[in-house]
């Protein structure tokens, strides 16, 4: 599945992907229910291929951490987020061990774990990146080829564009907000108070 389809929105439980997308609003639908809804494209959104987790070397996309945890564990059982911390840190700490401790807080690892579980749910992985075909059309120029966006991923830029107030997660995304955006990505930083974390 392409990650730049995926997206939390601020407020609402799960996980969305991405239907349709005009000016004015998107039409997603719930990876929890399949229920599609309509939001407004001012909606403070978070685009999952946007956000990073802090390690103690670089930071790591979300989406090679979540598929380094599809590969790790295959089919066998992950911890549920509501299971007892030192179970779901154990478990992270196991596959990803060079997270920073003291900057990925707990909260930042139980929506790890949750997302993790959604997304299989809906078979998908491997998560991919969007590859933005840079041919030029016939009768167009390489230049204005090279410069249009795909309609999914310009309005999900639109949306996480503008999050005045948002604050900073742990996972460099935290639970509600999942992350602020910076030039090109995002880190999942923490808004709460140290040991409730997750990127």
Known sequence: MVI???IAIAGKPGLYRIIVTNRANLV?????DKKRISIPGTSRISSLADITMYTTGEDVLLMD????IADKIGKSEVP?????MQVIRDFVDGIIPELDRERVYNSDLKK???WFSILRTNSAFPLESEVVDNEPEEGATEESAAKKPTAKKAAA????????????????KSASSVAKPTAKK???????AKGSKAK
């Open 4 to 6: 730049q389809e995926i």
């Open 112 to 114: 790890l774990i949750q």
């Open 65 to 68: 951490v979540l598929n380094r």
């Open 186 to 192: 995002t880190t999942i930083k923490k808004s709460a």
């Open 28 to 32: 997603v639908e719930s990876m929890l």
């Open 80 to 84: 549920s987020a509501k299971a007892e």
């Open 157 to 172: 830029k639109k949306a996480t564009a503008k999050k005045p107030g948002s604050k900073k997660s742990a996972t460099k």
